[in-house]
């Protein structure tokens, strides 16, 4: 079954560390997916950009498209990565988002993919 964390981080936390603590904080994450990838359990692993990353918010109605360029500045946390993998339960999910070592500085959000319509 598809589960995906997502890295619900507080926004400036990146900005805040030091290069050499920003560093750390990206082997531990990286060693965390591969002890994932070795267990079978991750499809997928990616870092967002936090602020320089050019964000942007589309929607549509009535046919006409609006774009609203980022950043976000009334954004009180924002998504600062994810993890998709495949587990057995939500439990095993939960369990795994307890194993994070970002769960440390953000919220690891645990939430089950499936389709739109259900």
Known sequence: MPYMLLIVEPPGQREARSEAEGRAVYERMT???????????????????????????????????????????????LIGGYFLLDCESREEAIALARECPAAEWATVEVRRLGPCFT
């Not at 602020?51 to 009180?76: H, N, T, Y």
Request: charged share 30%; proline share 4%; glycine share 12%.
């Open 31 to 77: 060693r965390y997916a591969q002890q994932l990838r070795e267990r079978g359990l991750l499809r997928g692993a990616e870092s967002l950009a936090s602020r320089d990353g050019s964000p942007a918010r589309v929607s549509v109605r009535g046919g006409q498209a609006a774009v609203v360029d980022g950043p976000f500045a009334e954004a009180k946390e």
